[in-house]
């Protein structure tokens, strides 16, 4: 009987710990790259302050302790500044209440019409004064968007009214009255506001707030003129850039992929701008403006669409005039009330260089106060445990915490000193 051989093929008792050790490669590849990407590592920190030790400064800073504690992200994700941008852009806020306002409609002397809506305080003021947040959004926002409802809503409940000015142009259903929109730093929209204001509210005094784009209007509003600090207490911007002609070039970089966020921002200025298509560049009127809706197309940069587009409203010759004429960095060290200027290090759109601006000033001027979070992106500064956001977030907490602080000093400051007045008279008496 003949027997055949058969060939027995066998796994060689290496190869599963080949596979197991190249299983935990690749976890361990993706867990490098979660810590790398979350920024799971970087600690938590408070706030970097610049500020010159003056009386007013060491009580505002005692009396809110956002500035001086540690602001501690959510866990898993708080520390990626790409994250907290993302979801302040995506959601705005998390369970964003609505709070009931009324809006205003200002004809303007070249046709436009602004807006702006307003919100009555629910109680009184803690001091028994009435003060009047005006607030000024970021790029193409209005009081419609969650992160203005959310700190609307937190300053209502603490006894302040509410202006937020709606950008020329940024709500979707309000036609444009005249061939012009918003833009990076005309302050006439936001000027007709605050002087409705003074106007309605003979008694009442300003707390003047921006964000982001809203920031450089509002630094840029106070320092043009002194009289547009008349009644104002205090102004606080957040995570502005203070030089558009500095910032051009740091937006065509990839690092911290800010030449995608700006393609992003430049699609949804080319969507505001083409809903209002019929009043931009139809007609007579706009011939004199001569708008290039062809290179509005194509463009895929913010820069792109100033050039061809935003100048063209106000008449600037070149891109260069248009952003030097239009930052604030030209006009904030004219600021005299007291000033809390706030940005985030991990911020994917301004660039560490911008910084220099407001830490420069800080330590020349006495009513200056820099605060230079560890984390928070642009906007977020979202505060919570492990996964799940507050829905208030540390930017709302210090915005109200610094008003109540200029309001309390207001209150009990001795006679000879006033804003925005030199502090130096009566140092010894508060020291």
């Not at 796994?11 to 799971?40: H, Q, W």
């Not at 408070?46 to 030790?53: K, M, V």
């Not at 911020?347 to 800080?362: C, G, K, N, W, Y």
Request: hydrophobic share 35%; proline share 6%; charged share 20%.
């Amino acid at each position: 009987m003949n027997t055949q051989n058969t060939d027995v093929h066998t796994i060689s008792p290496e190869l599963p710990a080949m596979f197991d050790g190249m299983k935990l490669a690749a976890v361990a590849t993706v867990l490098y790259i979660l810590v790398r990407c979350l920024n799971l590592k970087s600690p938590t920190a408070p706030p970097d302050l610049t500020y010159q030790d003056t009386p007013l400064n060491r009580f505002l800073l005692k009396s809110c302790p956002q500035l001086t504690k540690e602001y501690i992200p959510p866990l898993l994700w708080g520390k990626s500044g790409h994250l907290q941008t993302a979801l302040y852009g995506k959601l705005g806020r998390v369970s964003s209440p609505h709070p009931s306002g009324v809006r205003k409609y200002l004809p303007m002397q070249d046709g436009a019409t602004a807006t702006f809506d307003l919100f009555e305080p629910v109680g009184d003021h803690r001091t028994g004064d009435d003060i009047t947040m005006v607030i000024c959004p970021g790029i193409g926002n209005h009081s419609e968007k969650h992160y203005i409802r959310t700190f609307v809503d937190y300053a209502q409940k603490d006894g302040y009214r509410c202006a937020v000015l709606n950008h020329l142009g940024a709500l979707p259903n309000i036609e444009l009255t005249s061939p012009r929109m918003f833009t990076y730093g005309c302050t006439w929209e936001f000027a007709a506001m605050v002087g409705y204001i003074k106007r309605t509210y003979p008694q009442t005094q300003l707390m003047v707030v921006g964000f982001s784009l809203g920031g450089n209007i509002v630094c840029k509003f106070l320092g043009e003129n002194r009289t547009n600090q008349e009644r104002v207490l205090c102004c606080v911007s957040v995570c502005q850039g203070y030089s558009a002609l500095r910032a051009q070039e740091t937006f065509l970089q990839w690092d911290q992929f800010r030449r995608f966020y700006n393609f992003l921002m430049a699609d949804n200025m080319k969507k505001i701008i083409l809903s209002h298509r019929h009043s931009l560049f139809g007609g007579s009127p706009v011939k004199r403006i001569d708008l290039d809706i062809g290179r509005l197309y194509t463009a895929t940069s913010l820069m792109q669409i100033d050039d061809s587009i935003m100048r063209k409203f106000h008449g600037h010759s070149s891109l260069k005039e248009y952003y030097e004429k239009e930052s604030c960095v030209h006009y904030i060290h004219n600021v005299n009330v007291p000033l809390l200027l706030v940005n985030s290090a991990d911020d994917p759109l301004v660039h560490e260089s911008l910084l220099t601006i407001p830490r420069t000033l800080a330590a020349k001027k006495p009513n200056v106060i820099f605060s230079l979070t560890l984390h928070g992106g642009h906007l977020g500064f979202f505060e919570g445990a492990v996964l799940f956001p507050q829905p208030l977030t540390w930017m709302d907490k210090v915005i109200v915490g610094y008003a109540n602080a200029m309001c309390q000093w207001e209150k009990q400051k001795p006679p000879c000193q006033s804003v925005p007045q030199s502090e130096s008279s009566c140092a010894e008496e508060q020291s």
